[in-house]
């Protein structure tokens, strides 16, 4: 399955941008920093890795995520997709516990807790779509 993604660098700024898009949101960048949640994706195709953390007491951020595995906490749920499965995901057109049933995701790690997180991030999908039409045509599915 080919990345829809032009390269490993446009993939690594539009999620930047949606993860800054979830931190930024009023209603849901807070109820993901009282999730304190820590996540770490393996991207395999593009051959990236993203670890995610809720902000810390003293940051203003609501969450902070890095494009490494040098990080300074132990990820509670692993997951591991493709860029596709991503760029879906975030589209509202790929249902998690299906995809991880038929393996486009694997999982390690606190599941339970990571599917809880589904519903706070899922005002996202529309502003995700919206940033797909606007500025990135070649992703909308």
């Known amino acids: 399955m080919a990345s ?13 941008r949606v993860l ?16 304190d949640f820590t996540q770490r ?10 670890n995610v953390r809720a902000g810390r007491p003293g940051e ?4 902070s995520w890095v494009w490494t595995d040098d990080i300074d906490w132990s990820p509670r749920v692993r ?13 509202g057109r ?11 995701i694997k999982t390690g790690g606190d599941l339970k807790a ?11 999908n529309a502003r995700y779509r919206g940033l797909v039409a606007e500025e990135y045509p070649h992703l909308k599915v």
């Open 4 to 16: 829809p993604f032009a390269s490993a660098q446009e993939f690594h700024d539009v999620m930047d």
């Open 20 to 35: 800054q898009m979830m931190s930024d949101d009023p209603e849901v960048g807070p109820r993901l920093r009282d999730a």
């Open 41 to 50: 994706f393996g991207f395999e195709d593009l051959d990236l890795v993203l």
């Open 60 to 63: 203003r951020a609501n969450l």
């Open 79 to 91: 997951m591991t997709m493709s860029s596709q499965t991503a760029n879906r995901y975030f589209q």
């Open 94 to 104: 790929e249902n998690i516990a299906y995809a991880i049933a038929r393996r486009r």
């Open 114 to 124: 990571a599917l809880e997180l589904i519903p706070i991030t899922k005002p996202i």
